[in-house]
């Protein structure tokens, strides 16, 4: 009885969001779509950067979401490179042309700032202060780098 009743529960769950979920999976991204999507990547990077300066300059403890904070750095610095498909630099983008215009120098920032967060990972992992240190402040001239020639002012 609870395996015919478990059988008809996910039937049930399969035909209900069969649906929902091809929707989604063939939904066409707008140049809109794309710049929110971005934006919000971005968002979470600042999260992280922010988090992980207070644990760099001692201001919290735990090591272990140090280390946290550095894999979300890297997973969302392996996502850059596919954050600007052409057409998504919409109206009030801080994205600037030279990023389509010059693709192969903006790939080179983008995997500048991938290896920097790599290497930041692995000192968290060995939770060697000095080298952690070092490689923040990497990851964040890697930022900077490509903020000052990529990213219009703030103002």
């Keep these: 009885m609870q395996k015919t009743r478990f059988r008809f529960l996910v039937a049930a769950l399969a035909i209900t969001t069969g649906p929902a979920?091809?929707?989604?999976a063939t939904a066409e991204t707008t140049s809109q779509d794309a710049a929110d999507y971005r934006e919000s990547v971005m968002t979470s990077l600042k999260g992280h950067i922010g988090a992980a300066s207070m644990?760099?300059?001692g201001l919290v403890d735990g090591p272990e979401f140090l280390l946290k904070h550095a894999r979300g750095l890297a997973n969302g610095a392996s996502e850059i490179a596919t954050l600007f498909p052409a057409g998504s630099n919409v109206e009030g983008s801080e994205a600037l042309p030279v990023i389509w215009e010059q693709p192969e120098e903006f790939a080179a920032a983008v995997e500048k700032l991938v290896d920097a967060t790599k290497k930041f990972v692995?000192?968290?992992?060995?939770d060697d202060k000095p080298a952690i240190a070092a490689a923040f402040r990497d990851v964040g001239g890697s930022c900077k780098g490509c903020h000052d020639k990529f990213r219009a002012p703030k103002d």
């Excluded at 979920?21 to 989604?24: G, I, K, N, Q, R």
């Design 21 to 24: 979920a091809s929707l989604v």
């Design 55 to 57: 644990h760099v300059r």
């Design 122 to 126: 692995a000192a968290a992992e060995r």
